[in-house]
């Protein structure tokens, strides 16, 4: 008997396929669908400055259907990366060689951070310690960013939830990455826990700011990269990482914590000087305020 078979691409080699790189802020940027959503490698070498052999960088292994990531760490002179994808059964790719010239990003400078104070923006905790100016103090302690809303019937919006707080960076920047630091408290009773952020969108924007209601879920948003009907764009829909299972928390899920969670931007976002930060879910349920101890912005200014 004769049996005629017609064999699919791997998906190793449609990942391998579909690779698109790019610079990105101390980087590459990495871009490639999994139409098979099957499990693969994308491993990431660069040269050895000594020997030129190339060696690994970085291996990272998904079976998202769309992959998207960047590389970070590396300065600004030309390097020539090499890529390929293998699979759970070893088999591997061609290699897709590039060479690129990671962006310049630096820290924004935090000296010129100032509140934006619009009408719909909420309210701050015992006005005079828990401003939005903490945000940028280089103060890790008690003395956080602490909203207050008010508790009022349905319907009685703005104010209530979702909140948010709008910002000067005081410069305009393309922006690669933030990071947020929560509140710990005596024996990390806010950590995973109390008002820090779960669920948030940050809008941005370089003209002067127009006031206007943020949409309150995730389903209205526009797309990133997009505006709203009063100018703002969304930068991006982010989660803190969930809580661990540990219980109770061991002393590595604390300084996990204490380390700060960073969050990276688009490449293709404009630049921006304005940022509105939009908390549509905290960590421990709170539904009349929500709380950070600081944020660092990153990008190129110039």
Partial sequence: MVVTVHPKTPPYKLVYAALALQADFGGINIKTTDTTSAPVGIITLLPDPITSKYQIQD???????????????????????????????????????????????TILDKSRFQAYVLATDVGNYQNGLFNLSNLWDNNYGEFCYNTQQPILPTGAKPNIWPAWATFDMGQTAKLSRYVVWDRVGDGNIFVWNSGAPQTWVMWGRADVPQDELMPSDTAHLPAVGSKTPGGWVN?????????????????????????GFSFDFSIDLPKVRYIRFECLQTMGGTNNYYNMNEMSVYGNPF
């Fill in 59 to 105: 291996q990272h292994y998904t079976g998202d259907a769309s992959i998207d990531y960047s590389l970070r760490g590396y300065d600004t002179i030309p390097k020539k990366f090499g890529l390929y994808v293998t699979d759970q059964w070893g088999n591997v790719s061609d290699t897709l060689f590039q060479t690129i010239k990671p962006l310049f990003e």
């Fill in 235 to 259: 930068l991006g829909l982010f989660n803190a990482p969930p809580k661990p299972a540990h219980n109770p928390l061991t002393n590595d899920d604390i300084q996990t914590w204490k380390n």
